[in-house]
């Protein structure tokens, strides 16, 4: 099957041609562990997922790294200044920087599990990898990119590298035009940025390390160009990250590579677009505000419903998250998984039907591998459940291929609900679970929803199955 995706290098859905046949190397920005995770980088998470489904569905071999950075991203990505978050991170919270690494990374990693993210093949940690970013530098030195700054560290002398700020069609002046920060002005051109950072010589850092320049840091940068090609190679297919990331940290990073790499050093460039709220501000962890997997879980929301509101837009497009689109979302979700149980609690399932299979294979992973529209394969689930004539099994079957390309747990979720003990209701449960039955027989489907939503309002869901009507508990 052919795969689309949006590059955006070129401004165009492309299709994707890997560097080797049957395989696809992708490098995903991971997170910066000084604070919890929000919801709005899991949606980038949640999207990286898809991806690599969408490929492994399509017969290739996926390798994915992701890193963990945990030094060196400072406050200002633009400026090359202010604290280093991780330092900060551990000033507020009592603990020493190497501690909150720890602490976030595991916090990070059950959220990330928990939003059913299949586990990137290689996680490296930018302090595992100082001497490739180091390497790095001495590298970029050696080719004449970079010039000292004294008492401030190495930087990148961006009006060297002449395709600087391709990624986003910006000329090297034009990229900062509008970003009301300061800058050093020791610097040679505004986009110059440090490759390499010195300790402040009146505090002592937590994170340092020697260098052939002195005792310091990484720049934030370094450590995606150091360690993507050590992991991947020196051209790999797929950089992904959140649309933030294009106009300066994957600008940078392409000016540090190719010069070393050759150009051109990532075949395609995928940026998910941000989790908004209401207002259409960007969810952000600088400004300690912010909603993190634990407070959809605390009231009561499967994190599946998360994914499958994340599944029912589409990455080019910003969502804006509440708490309405999460009911709505959570409805939907519940619904399939109940007709899920149902299907499954069919007694006379009959034989998989191969053709029916096929076919219904190819409208579910079309829509996901023409631009991940994940959207469009969800109204294909559906049009599947209505579908009265194919059976059982063969809905079965493609049941787990949903949950293998989505990730959404369906089956899973239905056996659970299937498992579920048959409750003594209420008697006015039983009473509307009655009526319903009732209705159904007189053939009066509105009815009949209409029950079923009062049944479902007040704590209970009722499953039907060939040996009659299962009254559970709301899961
Ligand atoms: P960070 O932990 O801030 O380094 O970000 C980790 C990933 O989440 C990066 O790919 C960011 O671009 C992405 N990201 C940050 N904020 C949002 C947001 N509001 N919505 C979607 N992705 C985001
Ligand atoms: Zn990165």
């Not at 001495?138 to 060297?160: A, H, N, R, V, W």
């Not at 700020?165 to 509008?178: D, F, I, K």
């Not at 992991?231 to 959140?242: E, K, M, S, V």
């Not at 309405?324 to 399932?349: C, F, H, Q, S």
């Amino acid at each position: 099957m052919t795969i689309r995706l949006f590059n955006t290098m070129t401004r165009k859905i492309e299709e994707f041609k890997p560097l080797t046949p049957g395989k696809m190397g992708f490098y995903s920005c991971g997170p910066t562990v000084y604070h919890y995770a929000h919801i709005g980088n899991l949606r980038t998470m949640i999207h990286n997922d898809i991806l690599k489904r969408m490929f492994v569905e399509n017969g290739y071999a996926v390798h994915h790294v992701m890193n963990i950075t945990d030094v060196g991203h400072l406050t200002s990505d633009d400026a090359d200044s202010g604290d280093d978050k991780m330092e900060r991170g551990a000033a507020r919270d009592h603990k020493s920087v190497w501690e909150i690494a720890k602490f976030y990374t595991d916090e990070f990693l059950r959220d990330f599990d928990d939003l059913n993210n299949i586990r990137p093949t290689d996680m490296p940690r930018a302090t595992d990898y100082i001497a490739e970013q180091i390497d790095l530098v001495k590298k970029l030195q050696d080719l004449g990119y970079t010039y000292e700054i004294p008492g401030d560290g190495i930087y990148y002398d961006t009006s060297k590298f002449a395709a600087y700020g391709a990624l986003t069609g910006g000329s090297v002046a034009g990229n900062r035009a509008g970003a009301r920060v300061e800058y050093n002005n020791e610097k040679h051109n505004p986009t110059d940025f440090a490759l390499w950072k010195f300790s402040p010589t009146d505090q002592k850092r937590q994170m340092e390390w020697d260098s052939p320049w002195g005792i310091g840091f990484p720049g934030w940068h370094a450590e995606c160009s150091a360690m993507s090609m050590k992991l991947l190679g020196n051209h790999f297919d797929i950089h992904t990250g959140g649309e933030d990331l294009s106009r300066i940290h994957h600008t940078n990073e392409i000016a540090q590579s190719e010069p070393i790499t050759g150009a051109p050093w990532v075949s395609y460039w995928v940026h998910f677009s941000f989790l908004v709220d209401k207002s259409g501000e960007k969810m952000s962890k600088s400004n300690g505000e912010f909603l993190g997997l634990d407070v959809i879980r605390k009231r009561g929301y499967d994190t599946m419903v998360y994914r499958y509101l994340i599944l029912l837009g589409h990455y080019q497009t910003q969502l804006a998250f509440s708490w309405d689109a999460m009911d709505a979302a959570a409805n939907g979700y519940k619904n399939i998984v109940r007709r899920v149980a149902e299907i499954l609690a069919d007694t006379d399932p009959g034989a998989l039907v191969e053709s029916t299979f096929n076919e219904w294979h190819d409208r579910i992973l079309n829509p996901v591998s023409d631009n991940m529209k994940t959207a469009e394969s969800l109204v294909q689930v559906q049009e599947l459940l209505r579908d009265k004539s194919i059976n059982a099994s063969t809905k079965i079957a493609l049941f787990e291929f949903i949950d293998r390309l989505l990730g959404l747990q369906f089956i899973d979720r239905a056996k659970k609900l299937n498992d579920t003990e048959s409750e003594t209701a209420p008697a006015e449960i039983i009473a509307m679970a009655d009526a319903r039955a009732a209705a159904k027989s007189a053939r009066d489907w509105a009815r009949a929803d209409e029950l079923r939503a009062q049944i479902d309002a007040a704590g209970w869901t009722v499953i039907d199955t060939r040996d009659g009507t299962k009254i559970v508990k709301k899961v």
